[in-house]
């Protein structure tokens, strides 16, 4: 990994500066979003091409991988479902009411097919307006919440 520095300029653009020069809003680009969100981190300038690579992110210094991962937030949703509180009904379309990392919120499952496997037991969850919930492990969740998604599955 070479060495930069990564800043925020008065815009609030991330601005990565190496050997070669200062490039003013870079963009961090995860290569495995899902399975590995802490390793493989591309920054890419503004025309996407590559500036350096990371192979992991517990690597950088404090400041620059706390500013990679606020920028990587800000850019991902991908909400993390760690309760499932209710469903209205076990026949599809059903309304699911959900704790996730981003609060409680609801949604509509329009069918069993927006729940993908993914990775080991982690689960993709589409709603009715395409956006992706994630549930990391399967097995993590609780009792209730493993109940109720069973009869999806």
Known sequence: MSRFTLSRNTFGKLVFE?????????????AFPIGAPD????IVDIDGHELAWINRLEDLPADARALLQEELKSREFLPVIGRIRSVSTFAVPSTWEVETDRGLTSFVLKGEEDIRRIAGSALLVADSH??????????????GSRKLLDRFL
């Open 130 to 143: 395409g956006v992706q919930y994630l549930i990391r492990d399967l097995t993590a969740l609780d009792k």
């Open 18 to 30: 190496d050997a070669q020069g200062k490039h003013e809003g870079v963009v961090p680009v995860r």
């Open 39 to 42: 390793t493989g981190i591309a």
